[in-house]
């Protein structure tokens, strides 16, 4: 399993980016796939989560009306479109999936910074 995770950067307050995360080794369609974030100080935190088919998303309410996730099958690629970008949302982005198993295995990208700042 291999997940890489591209398109942070700085932005400025207000403004948009789209993270990208590119699949590899595994069954992407099959899995629920997720985004986190970790600022400095802080714990990782779950942003945003998409099902397998992409039918069902659930956001943080921190980002609820300014993020949206989705996902391109074909391309086996998670996508983290972000609007309206706030300082606090400064932090490194990852992207994640898991398999239930037994045993639970949780697989993680190498992380994106996204900086908001002017």
């Known amino acids: 399993v291999q997940l890489v995770d591209s398109g942070g950067g700085l932005v400025q307050p207000g403004g948009s980016l789209t993270l990208s995360c590119a699949a590899s080794?595994?069954?992407?369609?099959?899995?629920?796939m997720r985004w986190f974030r970790q600022a400095p100080g802080k714990e990782r935190e779950l942003v945003a989560s998409?099902?397998?088919?992409?039918?069902?998303?659930h956001y943080a309410d921190s980002v609820e009306g300014r993020f949206t996730i989705s996902r391109d099958d074909a391309k086996k690629t998670l996508y983290l479109q972000m609007n309206s970008l706030k300082p606090e949302d400064t932090a490194v982005y990852y992207c994640?999936?898991?398999?239930?198993?037994?045993?639970?295995?949780?697989?993680w990208g190498q992380g994106t910074q996204v900086t908001v700042s002017s």
């Open positions: 994640n999936t898991y398999y239930v198993g037994p045993p639970f295995q949780a697989y």
């Open positions: 080794g595994f069954t992407f369609s099959t899995y629920r």
């Open positions: 998409i099902s397998s088919g992409g039918e069902i998303t």
